[in-house]
């Protein structure tokens, strides 16, 4: 029943295989017009092969062709699916799917595969949105908290949260109906005795929210510390021989300029290096008021102490900006007689210390396991544990907890049964909307917009 | 020669359906005609001695103030009257009245016989005309017809009915009256989808054979609650009866148990499904297996006699069988039995086939209600009758159908539940069927509704003009004491602690004060300072009597939703010229104002799904990605709008989205051609 839809799923790119993806109920009459095999049909081929051909617009051959046959539901659409795999051209690319379309494909919308996988519950909402997580995903990170996600890691989750709500809303609501025959006698303690591990609950995936974000953003750091403390020597150490993954993060002026470092399977984010490394040139402008404005911004902030230098003023100000922050102090060993002790300096700030040296190399690893230990990154991948990293899932949570908290005070202040439900009922719709279970009016094609063509 | 006659409107049973249906049809100036198999039994209340209940105290409000008739009939005729659920929240409370039965039939025929434009026939009407999908009039057994563009089924539990207990089969209607055999058939010819469904009643028993000193007496109200919104309280203030509660045991449910093989419900000689909400004591006793006792309420039927009604007890066990299991019951031991009891099987309309007004989606001018529809009740009935009797009347006059949502009144609910979801067994309102039940409570029915009433003709200039100025009182009311501050000074402090409220560190409004749990409109009127002069000598106010002289005889949770002492005009002597409906009105708005805020905004996202309409010429068929079961449940009930569509079962919210997609995709192609 629904129309055949076509696109080029590789890219429009020179490489060196280009797909056109083509799905829907007319897939394989579509495929058979295109591709001529050397023997046989599209149609009549088992799930899950793949055959050797021609692709032809009209009586024009195109390319040589590898066509993939899968039969719905076995399918990423759940329809019947044919990708036609050919050499990777964007000319070629483009003169097989007009031949598509030409016989009777319409050119799909941007994410429209992933949509029709979704309508036709191949995958719920946040794993059809994982999808999405990971084909953008810019670090090891994202990639595999995108992947428990698509995996069904987050449904399986909210599904059991939003379980034991429904569970009281039920109760609820037959007390009311036949109070002879259920009583509510008591249940003000066994709803909160229920409500109070599950708000835990929903506060943890929040907590590993914003964790979730800040490692799949990537660390959003600021490189502290007063003139010539030695920032630029901390750049080259993070920097150094992985100078050919450094990216200029496009978009943002020279001013605030980003640049991406990875350390092991996290990637940090460094704020503002083109200050830092335009010391060369002129004066170095970082004042303490500076620092201070852009430390505000940061999810980490590493903090460079000079070791030859004993600590003055502006030391002191800036060691304080880390009070109460995720924050490294990193002493530069110099050559020259230490002023500075690394017990004076964990007597004087609040965070650790590490020593390190660009020329020598050292520090790099203890600083990779600090950080580490400060985001909790360590138990990604390593257990169970679920990671929301969407944003809208986050504001579905924080408004069910919002909720939740409205029964607690319902249930606190002696109210009458009848009123909780109204706030249970509120948590249990925002926890669909993550699922997609409970209908907002355009979210469906406002999540699929976002992707892009051919997926 | 057989008669023929023209009408505007042809209302086929005078039940509770019926009676509303044609009052209300007939003071729209429909020419009305009231088909009944015995006029003695208008109103006729074969079952149950009350009116209201949980929810249904609702749904009597809500008819009363699109200007129906079952709450001035029931005020007139009452003999005890109650407000339930006191102890929980104003959204649940809900009156409940025993009847005089006899009187309550009597009134209601009284009032449809000084009815202008109104006629009461008594014949059993056989079949319905109609042609091309369209309605022509109806033909009574005796070969009468009486054409006309409109029809209202209310045929309730008398289509084929026959009732059973034990082997013994009658086939006739409730309490031995005449069944209607021969409109099933016709309603079958014109295409039409009939279930069979089931419903009971439990025995009465002689008054003079009950011993009440081994029960507990349940009492009605000190002070009665009026259900009309018209109705003076002053004059529902009267001497009550008592009902009596009484429990089954062991040895009830024993007998019981060891008779289930000869009642029709286990043997499989009753095919209708009968209600879970209602259910038999055969039901309960196997469907409650662990519970020792079930309740017994014995109700009278009235003050012209000795029956008593033994509310708990439907059954359609053997005679026999029914004689000893009430002689375990305490109190019961000698009991007579006067009427046994019996389950009643009848034919109902499949209510998926009409249109949220009640219409027939495939046949124009029929329409249907009450307990023809599958639903069981009289406030039901009621309900569903007068919104059949409005459209009839709008249909002939080619108006816009009266369509109330579920966030506008348990009728909303009650009838788009019918028509939308899938009924296996008679359908009962329940509040949990209402998901904004904070906005639809029964004391505010005049504020949701009386302005619908008054724009559809059913309620007069006058009656308007007074709910104007009530809703004008309250929320100035509401705004003086958001905007009247009290400080910090010693005798607020007082006044807080002595009510076990903590003291307040700022100047606050007294709107805010009132949401505390402890404080209420009625106490807080010692703190406000427009409470004015107490309004004659020595009736100084005492801490927790702020309200006056109805303040000392009600308990804390009966404030909120007691009715008036003071009726209309009368001078609240603290607050100036504020009736008790008006402060009541004010309290619970301001003490629950955060739910309320909340459920409003609930209403909010489920009215964008409910504007979603869906064209009625959406062939689901040519709807991709629509799972099969999809198409054929949205093809069977075509829905009017998307929210209507997600409440059908069988239909998932991922078919929602598809629809949506889809309609989306529709209405862009609709603007390019």
Redesign the interface.
């Known amino acids: 029943?629904?129309?055949t839809i076509a696109a080029i799923a590789s890219g429009l790119t020179y490489g060196g295989i280009g797909i056109v993806r083509i799905s829907?109920s007319q897939a394989f009459s579509v495929g058979d017009r295109l591709v001529r095999l050397r023997k046989g049909q599209l149609a009549e081929a088992k799930s899950h092969t793949a055959h050797y051909g021609f692709a032809y617009d009209g009586e024009t051959p195109v390319d040589e062709v590898l066509a993939l046959v899968m039969r719905g539901p076995h399918s990423y659409t759940g329809e019947d699916t044919v990708e036609i795999q050919c050499h990777g051209g964007p000319l070629v690319m483009r003169r097989i799917l007009q031949a598509a379309l030409g016989h009777g494909a319409r050119l799909a919308e941007p994410g429209e595969f992933t949509?029709?996988a979704?309508?036709?519950?191949r995958l719920d909402l946040s794993q059809a949105e994982a999808v999405m997580g990971l084909i953008q995903s810019q670090n090891e990170f994202a990639r595999r908290a995108s992947l428990e996600q698509l995996k069904g890691s987050v449904g399986e989750k909210i599904r059991e949260l939003r379980g034991k709500i429904l569970h009281q809303i039920a109760f609820i609501?037959?007390a009311?109906?036949?109070p002879?025959?259920i009583s509510l006698e008591g249940y003000q303690e066994e709803l909160e005795g229920m409500l109070l591990p599950l708000l835990e609950e929903i506060r943890g995936l929040l907590k590993g929210a914003e964790r979730g974000k800040i490692l799949s953003d990537g660390i959003r750091t600021v490189i502290l510390g007063r003139p010539n403390a030695g920032k630029s020597s901390l750049l080259n150490l993070l920097t150094g021989e992985e100078r050919a993954i450094v990216t200029e993060i496009p978009g943002t002026t020279r001013d605030t300029l980003e640049e991406s470092v990875q350390l092991g399977d996290i990637s940090l984010r460094l704020v503002d290096t083109a200050g830092i490394r335009d010391t060369q040139d002129q004066v170095e402008k970082i004042g303490v008021e500076r620092a201070r404005q852009q430390a505000e911004k940061a999810d980490l902030l590493l903090c460079v102490v000079d070791s030859s230098r004993p600590l003055n003023q502006d030391d002191q100000e800036i060691l304080g900006l880390l009070e109460g922050r995720r924050a490294l102090i990193l002493l530069n060993k110099s050559d020259l007689p230490a002023e500075v002790s690394r017990e004076e300096l964990e007597g004087a700030a609040a965070a650790p210390v590490i020593l390190f040296s660009a020329r020598e190399g050292t520090g790099r690893e203890e600083l990779e396991r600090r950080i580490r230990e400060m985001f909790d990154a360590g138990e990604i991948g390593t257990n169970q544990q679920v990671t929301i990293t969407s944003l809208r899932h986050r504001e579905a949570l924080e408004q069910a907890e919002k909720s939740l908290n409205?029964v607690l005070e319902s249930v606190r202040?002696?109210?009458?049964?009848?009123?909780y439900s109204?706030?249970l009922?509120?948590a249990y719709?925002q926890l669909?909307l993550i699922l997609?279970?409970?209908?907002g009016?355009?979210l469906?094609?406002e999540i699929f917009s976002k992707f892009c063509m051919g997926k | 020669m057989a008669i023929r006659e023209f009408c505007d409107v042809a209302v086929i049973g005078a039940g509770h359906a019926g009676c509303e249906a044609a009052l209300a049809a007939a003071r729209l100036g429909m020419k009305t005609v009231l088909f009944t198999v015995s006029v003695d039994s208008i109103a006729l209340m074969p079952c149950n001695p009350n009116i209201g209940g949980?929810s249904k105290g609702h749904l009597v409000r809500e008819v009363d103030a699109l200007g129906g008739e079952m709450g001035k009939n029931i005020d007139k005729t009452f003999i005890q009257s109650k407000m339930l659920n006191r102890?929980?929240?104003p959204?649940?409370h809900s009156l409940r009245a025993q009847a005089d039965k006899q009187r309550y039939t009597g009134e209601m025929r009284r009032v449809l016989e000084n009815t202008p434009n109104l006629w009461i026939k008594q014949a059993e009407v056989a079949r319905i005309l109609a042609e091309n999908g369209e309605i022509k009039g109806v033909v009574t057994c005796s070969g009468a017809e009486y054409r006309c563009p409109a029809v209202i089924l209310c045929t309730g539990t008398y289509l084929k009915s026959r009732c059973l207990f034990g082997d013994v089969i009658q086939p006739t209607g409730p309490n031995g009256l005449q069944a209607a055999n021969h409109l099933s058939d016709s309603l079958r010819e014109l295409g039409i989808e009939l279930l069979r469904f089931k419903t009971g009643t439990p025995a009465r028993i002689d008054g003079r054979t009950v011993d009440f000193s081994k029960m507990e007496e349940q009492k009605g109200d000190p002070v009665v609650v009026p259900f009309s919104f018209t109705t003076d309280p002053a004059t529902v203030q009267k001497e009550q009866v008592s009902c009596w509660l009484t429990y089954t045991n062991e040895k009830t449910h024993a007998i019981i148990r060891g008779s289930l093989d000869r009642s029709p419900l286990f043997s499989g000689v009753i095919q209708g499904t009968g209600p879970r909400?209602c259910p038999s004591i055969e039901d309960k006793v196997v469907r409650?297996a662990d519970?020792d006792r079930?309740?017994l309420f014995i109700e009278p039927e009235g003050n012209y006699t000795h029956e008593l009604y033994i509310g708990g007890m439907s059954s359609s066990l053997p005679e026999d069988v029914q004689v000893e299991m009430i002689h375990t019951v305490p109190g019961l031991e000698k009991a007579e039995i006067v009427r046994n009891a019996y389950a009643i099987e009848y034919d109902c309309v499949n209510p998926r086939q009409l249109k949220l007004s009640l219409e027939f989606k495939d046949i124009s001018g029929l329409f249907s209600a009450g307990q023809a529809n599958g639903s069981s009740g009289y406030e039901e009935a009621a309900a569903q009758g007068i919104i059949a009797g409005i459209n009839a009347a709008r249909k002939i006059q080619g108006k816009e159908p009266v369509i109330l949502d579920r966030s506008q009144a348990y009728i909303g609910v009650l009838i788009d539940d019918l028509v939308t979801k899938e009924n296996h067994e008679p359908y009962r309102m329940?509040?949990?069927r209402a998901?904004y039940?904070?906005l639809l409570r029964q004391d505010n029915a005049d504020l949701r509704l009386t302005e619908i009433g008054y724009q559809v003709g059913l309620i007069p200039e006058e009656r308007y003009q007074r709910l104007l100025r009530k809703r004008e009182a309250i929320e100035k009311e509401i705004k003086r004491l958001q905007e009247t501050y009290v400080g910090t000074q010693p005798e607020v402090q007082e006044f807080l602690a002595r009510h076990g409220s903590t003291p307040i560190k700022s100047g606050v409004s007294l709107a805010e004060l009132m949401k505390r749990?402890e404080l209420d409109y009625w106490e807080l009127a010692e703190l406000d300072p427009e409470r004015g002069k107490p309004s004659s000598e020595g009736q100084e106010a005492s801490p927790g009597e702020g309200e006056g002289s109805l303040g000392g005889q009600l308990s804390e949770g009966e404030k909120g939703s007691s009715g008036c002492q003071l009726s209309e005009g009368e001078e609240d002597p603290f607050r100036g010229q504020l009736s008790w409906e008006v402060c009541q009105q004010v309290n619970i708005h301001l003490k629950?104002e955060?739910?309320i805020l909340?459920?409003q905004q609930?209403v909010e996202?489920f009215k964008?799904?409910e504007r979603?309409r869906i064209p009625p010429e959406l062939d689901y068929?040519?709807?991709?990605?629509?799972?099969k079961e999809a198409v054929q449940k949205l093809s069977d009930y075509r829905p009017a709008s998307?929210g209507q569509a997600?409440r059908i079962s069988g239909v998932?919210?991922?078919d929602?989205?598809?629809l949506?997609?889809y309609l989306?995709q529709w209405e862009h192609r609709k603007k390019e051609d």
């Open positions: 029943m629904a129309d829907g949509k029709r979704f309508l036709n519950g609501e037959a009311l109906d036949d002879e025959h409205l202040q002696g109210l009458p049964e009848d009123f109204i706030d009922m509120d719709r669909g997609g279970e409970e209908v009016e355009d469906v094609n | 949980s102890s929980k929240g959204a649940v909400y409650f519970k079930h309740q329940m509040t949990s998901e039940r904070l749990p629950y955060g739910y909340r459920q609930q996202q964008k799904l979603r068929r040519q709807v991709g990605n629509l799972r998307i997600s998932s919210p991922a929602i989205s598809v949506l997609v989306e």
